[in-house]
């Protein structure tokens, strides 16, 4: 099943370089191509930016291909709570829309992303990555997929 199953790391959206248009258009072209390749679910990490996009646009593939499937993967329940309207509103949107709801940790931690994004990578055989280089997060996914040997492609 793994084989078939790919993830997405990715900055928030304060910390991107490049325009949300620029990196939707990126991520819609990795998604098509892992559909060609044979990929039928996606995982998202469910975090604002890159994760809520990369979910939206499945969505969207998905009336046109029914069988592609969508996993929420959330750090803990309710980590949106602190975000804006504008936010909580799309990630409830993704969420309601998902196949399946997978929460990591049953709180908030420091180490609950870490956990979620190892989960990701664990469940998945290639990861898509908006990444400019900078250390935190999406690194550290990164770094973690390259050691387990899952492929890392760019968005």
Known sequence: ???RRCCFTGHRPEK???SEKEIKKGLEEAILKAIHDGYTT???GMARGVDIWAGQIVIRLRQENPDL???????????????????????AEVLEAADLVEAISPVY?????????????DQSSRVFAVYD???GGT??????ATKCGVK????
């Open 1 to 3: 099943m793994r084989s």
């Open 16 to 18: 991107l370089k490049r």
């Open 42 to 44: 996606f995982i998202t």
């Open 69 to 91: 499937r969508l996993i929420a993967a959330l750090p803990y329940p309710r980590c949106d709570s602190r975000w804006s309207a504008n936010w909580r509103r799309q990630y």
């Open 109 to 121: 931690s420091m180490a609950s992303f870490q956990k979620r994004d190892e989960w990701m990578v």
């Open 133 to 135: 280089g900078a250390p």
């Open 139 to 144: 690194k550290n996914t990164i770094d973690y």
């Open 152 to 155: 890392v492609e760019y968005a």
